[in-house]
């Protein structure tokens, strides 16, 4: 899987859709075995498996963009809510 491997063989914080590969969804957030806070979209297409690195982080870098996208008053977007639900579990283990 090249440069995602960390990635699947890390911690899954957060998921949207199929399981396209083993540990791999179609919209993952991950922990990383380097230590980084991964966001992959990936899908499947006739045997082929296709991925985009959205952004690789650092935890700190991670927890603060996260921070940022809180808006009062607002409801998050559903792009968001996986990033929030990803930090609630990725402060838990921290």
């Not at 297409?45 to 959205?54: A, C, F, N, Q, W």
């Not at 650092?58 to 639900?85: C, K, M, N």
């Amino acid at each position: 899987m090249g440069p995602i491997q960390p990635a699947i063989e890390g911690t899954k914080l957060e998921a949207d859709g199929p399981e396209v590969n083993q540990g791999l969804w179609e919209v993952g957030i991950y922990l990383g075995t380097d230590s980084f806070v991964y966001h992959i979209v990936a899908e499947a297409s006739g045997g082929v498996i296709d991925y985009t690195i959205i952004s690789k982080r650092q935890v700190g870098e991670y927890l603060r963009w996260v921070d940022g996208l809180f808006r009062p008053g607002q409801v998050p977007s559903e792009t968001a809510g996986i990033h929030f639900r990803a930090a609630r579990k990725l402060r838990e283990l921290i």
